[in-house]
């Protein structure tokens, strides 16, 4: 705002009288409407953007939803409408209560391990101490192998008769030497989700560590010392300092966390397809499986829009909260 | 907040009309190119099919030059990675830009010709007379032929020479025998057998020799035939003598697990020739899949790839694109792709001088002539009948329930 001419732009349009009289007849437009105008141009390229790119998408997800969409529509062009009939079927399948379930015991399991590890991990890295910064960056690596490779690697390792975790509770005599004895990490429907759930939390750690621990680069020090000064112990600083201050990181962390987990395919489809007997569908699996498998486009995204419905409720509440600590 | 202010010059937005201008008239000058390249003589033609790796890659693309130039036509071939190609061919249908000549794998052919997207064969001549019936079967939608299928494969039992002699038996040929002889084999980490069940179709492919060799059948599978064969699988899970990762394993896991001698015995097809024959401590022979009851008739599920000639609305391509596909399919190629890929001819006449010629794939051969197409009774339903095979399969070998209860479940969705 150092601009003078920016600055009388800006009283320009806050009192329009003025500038509709010392710019009148201009091209028949006030410098008020220019101004407005250009304004809107302005926005043009970001709603472009949301209307071609996110807009476009969900409108047509939810339309296709209500379709009979299939293999012949991609050559014809014409899709029937089905009213609620995908939904119906949806909902009604048997897998779907499973998928339900699923998807709920995944996100929070997935939530609750990645979130208090990585916190976890960003509060010991809060301190200094030799080779801490290479360790940081070590901890990124899950990240930045690939989804698939990372997911074979683990495919791999919790094989129930080969792998390299089962071999290693033989040898610490965890379990029998026999195949039969092994626990069947991807294999046993009491077990397969479990291990999907854990694999997963390997993969978020360094998201949630790398951002909880910028957050608590952001307290100040001086409230630490002030507090310390006061007598406050670890526990109570922690309690009193960091978390009030982290409330915003944490509700980034867990908001988005939430909407990542809702929509993990890659891993799931991964490690166990889905299986063993839909112990591991989730509502994201089963939106694709219809989609790309079966080719039934219309239930794929019926299924679809109810994650995104879900994902919605979360974003609205991230919001809400925002707007709150903003207020606050 | 900033406010823009009024230096914006009226230039710079027509600049920035112009230029949105100049790209609509260059995306309506391509779409008007492509237009009138369709009235054009055909010089060329595009051939798309999902044979992306070598060897497959180079064969295939071979054959398709050697016909192009019999026809007097280039060939712009497309090799897209299988996983890949039916969302490909799906976006070149919406786009109206699918390729002249086009190769589906066999299931997927009825639903592409449901949709209107293909031409049946019949309009140029083409017939599939002296073809395996099952291959016919699979290529034909309402009464009407297609596809045209050069070459298949299916799957067989193949077993390891030196375990089976170090136990003292011979290839299983029943049920009965097939139990007995896997336990036989089983001893420390090894297991006497290994197929692959997970839930993918996949899995349901790997089913349907047991299945069908029983009277099963895909349009209801909550019977006691299917019932029994389903049976077999959760008792040889449960003597020891088979792996409870199966549900977990590929066609390709098993074959890792039968190269690396953790299985005596496994169910898979000739496209792992190859890879096994590339581990020399390995004796390995293939027999076909024990049936039932001595002296019943194997019934396995038919493999392999249909060339197409998709609706482009250009009927001088098209014809073009017939005769390809005719050349593709002629006793010459059949012999040469079976050879080459390890697979066998789709025409019974060629049969008995390929084993002459093909040793290794006398199983094979003898596995194909009764074999029957995934999507011969159900077409486009296929898929649906697929699922629920692979879901039943699964929870029976999970412990879910029995099998009877199992198949029931999934039969009712």
New interface residues.
């Given amino acids: 705002m150092a601009d003078p001419r920016a600055a009388k732009a800006v009283v320009g349009v806050n009192t329009p009288t003025t500038a509709r009289s010392a710019e009148a007849g201009f091209r028949g437009l006030s410098q008020a409407r220019r101004q407005r105008m250009l304004e809107l141009l302005f926005l043009l390229p970001a709603v472009a953007f949301l209307l071609v790119f996110f807009g476009y998408p969900i409108v047509e997800n939810v339309v296709m939803g209500f379709e009979r969409y299939t293999t012949s529509t991609f050559f014809t062009g014409h899709a029937p409408w089905a009213g609620l009939a995908n939904y119906r079927a949806v909902l009604r399948s048997s897998v779907f209560t499973e998928a339900a379930r699923n998807t709920l015991l995944f996100t929070v399991g997935s939530i609750v391990g990645q979130f208090t590890i990585g916190l976890g991990l960003a509060l010991y890295f809060q301190r200094k101490f030799p080779l801490s910064g290479l360790l940081r960056s070590l901890l990124l690596l899950p990240w930045l192998i690939p989804l698939l490779a990372a997911t074979t690697v683990w495919k791999w390792m919790l094989d129930a008769d080969n792998g390299v975790i089962n071999r290693l509770l033989v040898d610490v005599h965890l379990t029998a030497n026999h195949p039969g004895a092994h626990p069947g990490w991807l294999t046993s429907p009491s077990l397969a989700l479990v291990s999907v759930i854990l694999v997963n939390i390997w993969i978020g750690i360094p998201f949630n560590a790398t951002i909880l621990y910028g957050g608590l680069r952001d307290i100040p020090e001086h409230l630490y010392e002030a507090a310390a000064l006061d007598g406050a112990t670890r526990w109570r600083a922690f309690r009193h300092i960091t978390w009030p201050l982290m409330r915003p990181v944490v509700n980034v962390v867990l908001v988005l966390g939430v909407v990542y987990t809702l929509k993990v395919i890659d891993i799931i489809l991964g490690l166990t397809g889905g299986g063993p007997a839909n112990a591991t569908q989730t509502i994201a699996t089963q939106s694709y499986q219809l989609s790309f498998v079966q080719f039934d486009f219309g239930q794929g995204a019926a299924a679809g829009n109810i994650l995104v419905v879900i994902s919605l409720v979360f974003a609205v509440l991230y919001l809400r909260a925002n707007r709150r600590a903003v207020t606050a | 907040m900033?406010?823009?202010?009024?230096f914006?010059s009226r230039s710079r937005?027509t600049a920035v009309t112009a230029l949105a201008v100049l790209i609509a008239c260059a995306a309506y000058g391509a779409a008007t190119s492509a237009a009138a390249s369709k009235t054009a003589r055909a010089t060329s033609i595009r051939v798309v099919d999902y044979y992306a790796s070598e060897p497959d890659k180079s064969i295939v693309g071979g054959v398709l030059n050697a016909c192009g130039k019999s026809v007097g036509v280039k060939i712009n071939r497309d090799a897209i990675p299988g996983p890949n190609l039916?969302?490909k061919v799906?976006?070149m249908?919406?786009s109206h830009t699918l390729p002249d000549v086009l190769m589906l794998d066999n299931p997927d052919l009825q639903?592409?010709a449901?949709?209107?997207?293909l031409t049946p064969l019949g309009n140029y001549g083409i017939t599939a007379k002296g073809y395996q019936k099952g291959v016919v079967a699979a290529s034909t939608y309402k009464g009407k032929l297609y596809g045209l299928q050069p070459i298949t494969n299916s799957i067989a039992l193949f077993y390891n020479k030196d375990l089976l002699a170090k136990a003292g038996v011979t290839p299983p040929t029943t049920w009965a025998e097939l139990r007995a002889d896997a336990k036989k084999l089983t001893s420390g980490?090894t297991?006497g057998f290994a197929l692959s069940a997970?839930?993918?179709?996949e899995g349901t492919w790997q089913f349907m020799p047991f299945m069908w060799s029983n009277g099963g059948d895909e349009r209801n599978i909550a019977t006691p035939q299917v019932a029994a064969a389903l049976q077999l699988l959760v008792d040889l899970k449960s003597d020891?003598s088979m792996?409870?990762?199966?549900?977990?394993w590929s066609q390709g896991d098993v074959d890792d697990q039968f190269k690396a001698g953790?299985a005596a015995m496994m169910v898979n097809g000739p496209w792992q020739f190859p890879v096994l024959n590339a581990v020399t401590s390995l004796h390995y022979g293939v027999v076909p899949i024990p049936v039932p009851k001595a002296g019943g008739v194997p019934v396995a599920p038919l493999g392999g790839e249909t060339w197409t000639v998709p609706?482009t609305g250009n009927t001088a391509h098209e014809q073009l694109a017939a005769k390809v596909v005719r050349c593709i399919n002629s006793d010459k190629n059949e012999l040469l792709f079976g050879k080459k890929r390890q697979v066998v001819p789709t025409k019974l006449a060629l049969l008995p001088q390929f084993v002459r010629a093909n040793p290794a794939l006398k199983a094979f051969s003898t596995v194909v002539r009764t074999a029957r197409a995934r999507t011969g009774e159900l077409g486009a339903n296929w898929?649906?009948a697929a699922?629920k095979i692979y879901?039943a399969e699964?929870?029976a070998?999970?412990?879910?329930g029995t099998p009877e209860k199992c198949l029931a479940?999934a039969q009712?969705?």
Avoid: E
């Fill in positions: 900033t406010r823009f202010p009024a914006l937005l039916i969302q799906l976006q249908a919406s639903q592409f449901q949709s209107g997207a980490s297991y997970p839930a993918t179709y020891g792996s409870a990762s199966v549900v977990n953790n609706n898929p649906k699922t879901t699964q929870c070998l999970t412990g879910q479940q009712n969705g």
